[in-house]
Each structure stands twice: as structure tokens, then as C-alpha cells.
């Protein structure tokens, strides 16, 4: 069954008046299942797995489409994905209802020097009646990401987590002016360690890193070894 960024990418073409072409392939194919060239497909490397926290995905227009989007890579791990799209003017049909969800304690994952302090917090706690964490990332360039959070009023009830990492983003398809900004993946990962969600977040790393070694060796024509450390450490998550 396709996950549900697959879902919201059908649906966006659906809504698009010329084809989206991502540039791959002797013809541009790339495989529905990981968006890669089929020579270097993902689909049977696919981990998935079933932590206690969900992740909710607010993407930007475009985001769906790009090959290079690591919000995919979240929907192929974690279970409980759900990704909509992003409009100023409306919201997105089932949001409202997985957001009111009493099974779910909402975190909205933001940067808090933009927040208001009391709205802010660092940790991922247990919750009264043992709700379950979701979180909600915003799927978009930084600029896109900052309109997307003043101008969502239906996250404004909800706590923002920021994420203060050690680590630098390993990240090297798509480059923020930042370096402290992380890709949506990471930022999943980062959200599945503070909930305790340790060999979740691992495994969201690992297959970032494969899918990055897969998606660089294509694009430069190159094969993929099987055998190497990115590979080797996934192999052993999924074990």
C-alpha cells in the first residue's frame, strides 16, 4: 500500500497542469516506490517499524514532488505518518481530526528563538493518560517553514519542541544556508530519541545515510556496494 507522502505526491500530480519531470534515467524513470533511478532502487532495503510516536507532516506545495524529499523517507519507517499539504487559505481534510485525535499529544517541532517561551519546551515527557507523542514537522525550505508557522493557527494551542542536537546535519542533497538546520528526516530522528524511541531514531538515521549513498552513486553513475558501513549498519537495524 503506498504511504501516505505517496499518497499526497498522487495527488498533487493529479493537480498539476503540465508533468513534473525529475531530471534521471535514459528516460527520467525512477521507481514509484523510492523516487530512485530503477538501477538503484531502495524499495527492498525498506525498513518499517511501529514506535509509540507518530509523526504528522505539513508539506509545502512542491515537496511531495521532489525526488531528493527525506519526509518520504519517515513514511517509509514509522507507521503512524501522516503528511498533508500546506495552503495559507485552507486546511488540509483530516488534519483537524488527527490533531483533536485524545490519543495523541501533539508537539509542533519548531525553532525556539521564534517562539514565544512559555510555549517552549526541550523534552518529550510522559502525558497525563498516556497520550502518545505526534509530531508535527513543517516539510519546506526555511523561508516557506517560517510562513507555514505563523500562518497555521490550529498549531498555535500546541507545545513547540526545539531541538538543541550537538550534531551537525549530515544532510548533502539539498543544503540549507544554516548549518544547524536539519533535513525533515533528521529532525524525525532527533524527535524519536527524545520520546525513547532510540532504535526508531537510529534506523531513520541509517536509512537516510543509505538512501543518500544510493541517490549520490546515481547521480554521478556510479554502482551501490552493498557490503559498506551504511549499508552493514542498516542491515543490522532491520535485523
Request: glycine share 6%.
Amino acid at each position: 500500500m503506498p504511504h501516505a507522502v505517496s499518497r499526497l505526491r498522487t495527488a498533487r500530480l493529479a493537480r498539476s497542469a503540465k508533468p513534473f519531470l525529475a531530471r534521471g534515467g535514459p528516460r527520467g524513470e525512477r521507481c514509484p516506490g523510492c523516487r530512485l533511478v530503477p538501477s538503484h532502487c531502495l524499495c527492498a532495503l525498506r525498513p518499517l517499524l511501529s514506535p509509540q510516536a507518530g509523526v504528522c507532516l505539513l508539506m509545502a506545495d512542491i515537496e511531495p514532488l521532489k525526488p531528493s524529499n527525506t519526509g518520504w523517507l519517515i513514511a517509509d519507517v514509522v507507521a503512524d505518518t501522516w503528511a498533508f499539504g500546506w495552503a495559507r487559505t485552507e486546511v488540509a481534510p483530516g488534519l483537524l481530526t488527527l490533531l483533536a485525535d485524545p490519543q495523541w499529544q501533539p508537539y509542533v517541532v519548531f525553532p525556539g528563538e521564534f517562539v514565544a517561551p512559555e510555549r517552549v519546551v526541550t523534552a518529550v515527557e510522559p502525558v497525563q493518560g498516556g497520550k502518545r507523542p505526534l509530531f508535527i514537522l513543517l516539510d519546506a525550505t526555511w523561508p516557506e517553514a517560517r510562513k507555514m508557522f505563523r500562518k497555521s493557527p490550529y498549531i498555535d494551542a500546541f507545545p513547540v519542541l526545539s531541538l538543541a542536537p550537538e550534531q551537525l546535519s549530515r544532510y548533502r542533497l539539498r543544503r540549507s544556508t544554516r548549518e544547524d538546520h536539519f533535513c525533515t528526516s533528521e529532525v524525525a530522528a532527533l524527535c524519536m530519541e527524545l520520546s525513547g524511541e532510540g532504535h526508531a531514531a537510529q534506523t531513520l538515521e541509517a536509512y537516510l545515510d543509505v538512501f543518500t549513498n544510493h541517490y549520490l552513486q546515481s547521480k554521478h553513475q556510479l554502482p551501490v556496494d552493498h557490503g559498506d558501513e551504511v549499508h552493514l549498519r542498516l542491515q543490522a537495524l532491520r535485523a
